[in-house]
């Protein structure tokens, strides 16, 4: 057996593999332990929505003319993919597949700049309908500019 103090100290990249002890029961109903590599990125995912109750999508988002917004993706530990249109102006969808919002354990988080604000509101499992309206009575209005942005905490 290896002395593991001997190791060199690193830093560990999301694809890192590191053993560990899996439980499960076999067909007679013992629990027995399973020896296998998980990932740094999947253990800092279950770290994340297992300590913090929660899973979370967070993008910075764009928006000109009649294009739908573009979303950079800054976390998302959810397990869906997010995909954002533009319906008319200053109106939007989040469209997700993958996984379906739970009813009433989700929260929106918006932020927009100037005088624009956002509101989410969850239309189906699968769909969040955005507006962006100005706060100076001007209705609703396209340009998500920087700093725009949102996050969507899906709760367990």
Known sequence: MANISTYPIGTP?????????????????????????FSVSSIAAFANSY??????????????????????VLQNTTGGTFVWSR????????????ITLPANKVVIFENATGDLN???????????????FSSGGGGYVDGMLAGTSIEIRIYS
Do not use: M
């Open 118 to 132: 956002l509101g989410g509101k969850i239309t189906s499992t699968t769909v969040i309908d955005i507006d962006q």
């Open 13 to 37: 990249a999301a694809a890192d593999l590191v053993p560990g002890t899996q439980l499960y029961t076999d067909t007679s109903g013992k629990t027995r332990n399973l020896t296998k590599n």
């Open 87 to 98: 319906t008319t102006t200053g109106k939007y969808k989040v469209t997700i597949s993958g």
């Open 51 to 72: 300590s913090l109750g929660y899973t979370v999508y967070t993008a910075a988002l764009l928006q000109a003319g009649t294009a739908a917004p573009v979303a950079t």
